[in-house]
Structures are given as C-alpha cells and as structure tokens.
C-alpha cells in the first residue's frame, strides 16, 4: 500500500519542500528513488508495447467478422449515409462518427484506425500502472500493466484476433475501456487531492461512455454515484453534494441530447430495439437474450456460481499464503518459484497437445493456472475486500490511500461484473477486466500483510516475475497467429494478415466484387462480412447489412428487406459458410434466417464458389456466389467472369 498522509505542524516558520514531503509522508529521496523506478517500469511497458505491436503488424482483428464493421460503417457514414437510418449498428454512436470524421480528413484507410487503437493501448497501459502505484509496488503495478499490453495485441481467435484493443470486434469497446480507466483514476486521486473539476471531468467522460456502449456509460455513472457518496460521507456538506452532482449534469445532458435526437428523428424502437437493442421486447432480446447474457458472463447456474465464487474466496488467500511460504527461507522460495514455473510449462503442454491431437484436456486441469494468475472470482475478492475496507471505515475514518481504494474497488466491481463468471485473460473479458484485476493484486497485498509476510521488494518483484510468466503461458495460444496468418490480403484502403484459406478466398472473392463493381452490378454479402463492402468502396442495398441471428426479425421486416433488395436489382449475393456457434444456431438459412434463404434459393442460383465451402460443419471460411436467375433479374444479364 501507499504510505499514509501524515500532517506535520511545527512552530514558527517551517521550509515549504519539507511541510510537503511531510504532508505526502516521503522524504525527497525516497520520492526520487521511486520516480526513477517508475520512469523504468513505465519505459520496460512502452518497450514492451512496441516490441508486440512490430510482432503482430497488420495481424490484429480479422476480415470475416465483427471487424469489417468497424471498418465499414465509419466508411460508409464519411461518404454521407446516416447511422441507425441507413446503417444497421449495435452501439453508440460516438465513435462512428469520429472515425467518420478521420476518414473525411485523411482519407479512408485502415491504418488510421490501427493507429487510434495503438494509442488506446498506450493510454490504457499508462492509465492502469498510474493506478495500480497508488495502492502496490512497482513490480507488482507492472505486472497489471502487462495485462493490457498482452490482451491488447492478441492475434488469435475462432476466426481472427477479433478480441484485441488495435482492431476489435467493437472500437465502441476499446475506446469505453480506456475512457473507463482513466476516470477511475481521476476519481481514486480524487479522495487525496481534490480538484474542483474532477466530477466535472469524470460525469463528462461518462456521458461520452454513455454514446459509445452502454453499459459503460452505465458502469461510469453508477462509479461517479459512488465517488459522489464517498465525498460526502468523509466531509458532510449538502452544499458540496449539490456542487459535485450537478458538475455530472453536462454529461448527462449530452448523452439525453444525442439519444433524445435520434429517438426524436426516428423512434425508440429505431435506436434501441432495432439497433442498440436493449428493449425487452426487441427481437434481439427475445431471441437471443437469455442465450447472450450467459455466454457473456451472467449466469444463475448453480454450479458456475459456487465454482467462480470458490475459485474467488480461496485464490488470493492461497497466492498470499504461497508469498508467505517464500519469503521463510531461499529453498522455500526456490521450491515455490519452481512449482509456479512448473504449472506454467503444464498449462502450456495441455493446451498444445489439445491443438494437435483430438480431443481436449480436462477442464478442471486447465483452470488450475488461472487460478493463480488470472483468477475467474476476481470480483468476488474484490467485492469482499470493498466491504472489509467499508466496515473498517465505518469503525474509524481511514488514510486517504484506502479510501481511494474503495473507488478503485467499486470501479472494478461495476464493470467486472458485466463478464463476472467469465472472466479469463483473453477473448471477450479483456475489455472490462483490467481494473478488477488490480484489484485482485491489491487483495493478494492486504493478505500477504495479514499473514506479516516481510515488506521486501525483491521478494515481490520474483512474484510479479513469477506472475507475469504465468500471465503469458495463460495468453500464449492467443498469439499463434503471428505465424499462422501468413496471407496477405491488400487493397488501397489496408493491408491485413489472414490464414491462408481465409485469405486466398477472400481475395478472389474481393477480385470478384471489384469486377461486378466496375460494370455497376449491385451485390448484398450475407451473413455479416461488412469487410467487403468496405475493401470495394460500396455500400450495402440494405440498412440490414448484418443478418445473424436475432438481427433481422422475421415475418413483416424480412419481406420488407426482401423487397428493398429487388428494388436496388441485387445481382449477386455473397454468402459465406460463417458458422454461429456463439448464438448456437450455426448454420444460414437451417438454424436461423430460413426465410431469407428460400427467397434466395427462388430467385437466384450458384455461379461460383472460392475456397472450401462446406454449408454445415465447415473446416474452412468460404464463399459461394450467387447470381439471380435471368428471369427473374430486369438489368444485365451478362455472366460472370471465368
């Protein structure tokens, strides 16, 4: 933990530099001595950072998911279509239009956008270390630190690295995440130091979280509530409660403003049922609500509650007790280093061997690692620190560095939460992990106190090696695709690293559309790759460009884009054998979307197919292209290119 606030008072007229190092409780060496390890652990991570981005360059996110998005529909806004009327989109729209805007002024290309993701990353990385120094050791504050930098670059997936910070499968979340970070560590400095503009600052940074995603934007308000609670509580003052809540006012009127626009120019059914689907009577909602909420994290299953909850109650302590074990003798703390690095070289061995035999590791052999390293009940332990921390305040007023520790907690808690049973090191929970994982180190801190283990700093930065080796080992099939995507796919507008099956496919695919392109035959790309429309510079016929399940309702609205598709005389359809095993309805046109699948099947036939195409249970990404039948097309009725 920080070193506690001391107030010194002396008589007569005392040196202002040492009333302020007293104040802080460090002399000015010791504080020089710990900016120069912070200067080094600061550079070590941006060193780091470089040495990952120069790895997986132009490897990150993937051009047959989500991806293609995020790609498109800033592409398509910059060239004056409008969001929600013209183009179907999940989440806010701040970020849309920003990068609508990047695109307006330097041109459309991917690099723009790659280059905002690098500087989220740096910015997050920064922001969690600064946060972490408030309440642990620079050892153990770089360890948190590598945790962004490691989920940052992935580059592996289902079908792509399209869980990273650079090129995600939401730049709604990456942006939402580091503006989240940075708040909190606006609010936990806050507690020391007050400012006058820091709940000016932070309830306007949620209003911008609120018109990027969300539930971010719900998480920031609910953490500035609590700020607000806390200040109040340590120094009652009405007058201070109605100051700092109305500094959230701007915030929140902007949020209300942007979203009342929309509701006003279109309905709420537009925004929130059709796109941003968060009506309980949405289509999305009813369809694949239940399903989605589980797989992301919230679940009432009995036994995933008592395993996560177990996993939270017993891990800090047992890490701690493990610290303890070291720090009695060097043969202990060999025999503990040895078993830490022994259960990182099996986590490996399982996961590679599951890679290149059938089958799979057991399942409880393979949570042994993260339970150490990257423990799934992180916000259990953070929630039962907060109300330890919380009944030692209500007992006597504590040290600022604790109360800044509550909002840290808090923080953590609310935003964890949104993925509390599935948190891992890699894939979707790396967006909303970051701060609860501080929090986990910070418990490890307060139990390695409690069992009087020594405040050495050599003992706890051989944890934090251990620690981050673990970290790694747990990451380490997340960045296969350094070797594997080894397909370069090329187009004025960006350069991507795909597998060789995916990339040889969407290229001649991509070749095909630029051609139908150049004689203005119109296509429609089903079921969700945005990416070519993007790498053509077109757009899609419909608003309905994504048609995964529970996205476009069936009955009424699918007749209607039906029709809209002949309308625009939609010569070709693309459509892929992308397989939804994550809504477990895999299969287009079987398992879901049967309706729009018989209207393709009347009016069109199959021309050409680019790599493996398998409808059901593919291998391989492909594409099969279908051409309408003539009878039943008015325009050209020229045949494909051979």
């Known amino acids: 933990m920080c070193s506690r606030t001391v107030v010194s008072v ?22 020089a001595g710990k900016r120069n390890n912070d200067r080094i652990a600061c550079a070590a991570l941006m060193a780091l950072m470089a040495i990952l981005c120069a790895v997986t360059w132009q490897k990150w996110g993937t051009v047959v998911i989500d991806c293609g998005r995020e790609l498109y529909v800033p592409a398509a806004l910059s060239q004056g279509k409008r969001l929600y009327f013209d183009i179907w989109y999940p989440y806010g729209p ?3 239009y920003w990068h609508a805007l990047l695109f307006r002024t330097f041109g459309i290309h991917m690099w723009l956008l790659e280059a905002t993701g690098i500087a989220i990353t740096g910015v997050t990385t920064w922001s969690i270390y600064s946060l972490s120094r ?79 995603k969300i539930e971010f934007g719900l998480s920031a308000y609910l953490l500035v509530g609590a700020a607000i609670l806390v200040r109040t509580l340590r120094s009652p003052s009405l007058r201070a409660f109605v100051k700092s809540s109305a500094s959230c006012v701007p915030g929140l009127l902007l949020a209300a403003g942007v979203y009342g626009w929309y509701i006003q120019a279109g309905s709420a059914r537009l925004l929130f049922g059709d796109n941003i689907s968060v009506l309980p009577d949405s289509y999305f909602m009813k369809a694949m609500g239940a399903h989605w909420a589980h797989m992301v994290g919230s679940t009432a299953s009995p036994s995933t509650i008592l395993l996560c909850g177990l996993s939270g109650l017993l891990g800090a302590p047992l890490t701690a007790a493990l610290v303890r074990f070291a720090s009695v003798s060097w ?34 052999l393979l949570n042994v690692a993260p339970f150490f390293y990257f423990n ?24 600022d560095d604790q109360v800044s520790l509550m909002v840290m907690l808090v923080a953590g808690i609310v935003l964890g939460s949104r993925t509390m049973f599935q948190i891992r090191a890699a894939g979707y929970s790396i967006f909303y992990d970051p701060i609860i994982f ?44 350094t070797r594997s995507r080894s397909f370069l796919v090329s187009s004025p507008r960006g350069r991507i690293y795909e597998g060789p099956w995916t990339g040889q496919a969407f290229t001649e695919t991509l070749d095909f559309l630029n051609q ?77 979307n049967q309706q729009v699948y018989e209207w393709l099947e009347r009016n069109f036939r199959v021309v050409r197919t680019f790599g493996d195409y398998q409808r059901v249970n593919p291998l391989h990404w492909a594409v099969q292209i279908w051409e309408r039948k003539q009878s039943q097309f008015t325009g050209s009725t020229a045949e494909p290119p051979l």
């Open 10 to 31: 002396q008589s007569g007229q005392a040196d202002n530099v040492v009333v302020t190092w007293a104040l802080r409780g460090r002399s000015p060496v010791e504080t």
């Open 94 to 96: 701040l970020i849309p």
């Open 134 to 212: 408030m309440f642990l050791p620079v050892s153990l504050a770089f360890a948190a630190g590598l945790v962004c930098l490691i989920q940052a670059f992935e580059v592996s997936g289902t079908y792509g690295a399209e869980f990273n910070y650079v090129l995600p499968y939401s730049y709604p979340a990456a942006y939402a995440v580091m503006m989240f970070v940075v708040m909190t560590w606006l609010l936990a400095k806050d507690t020391v130091d007050q400012r006058p503009w820091t709940m000016l600052a932070a309830g306007s940074i949620a209003g911008m979280m609120a018109i990027t």
């Open 331 to 364: 043969l202990k703390s060999a025999l503990v280093a040895a078993a830490a690095l022994a259960l990182s070289v099996v986590h490996l061995v399982l996961l590679y061997a599951t890679r290149f035999q059938r089958g799979s590791a057991p399942e409880l």
């Open 376 to 399: 799934r009940g992180m916000v259990l332990t953070s929630g039962i620190l907060l109300v330890w921390i919380w009944l030692k305040w209500r007992r006597r007023d504590l040290v």
């Open 438 to 481: 501080v929090g986990y180190l910070v418990a490890v801190r307060e139990l390695s106190a409690i069992f009087h283990v020594p405040k050495s700093p050599m003992l706890w930065t051989c944890t934090s090696a251990l620690l981050c080796c673990g970290l790694m080992a747990l990451t380490a099939r997340s960045y296969d695709g």
């Open 516 to 592: 139908a392109k150049t004689r203005s035959e119109s296509f429609a790309v089903w079921p969700e790759e945005a990416a070519f429309y993007y790498f053509t510079g077109t757009t899609a016929p419909s608003r309905w460009w994504c048609l995964l399940p529970g996205i476009l309702p069936p009955g009424e609205v699918t007749s209607r884009f039906l029709e809209e598709l002949n309308r625009q005389q939609v010569k070709y359809v693309v459509l892929s054998n992308r397989s939804a095993l994550e809504y477990e309805m895999p299969t287009f046109g079987i398992d879901y």
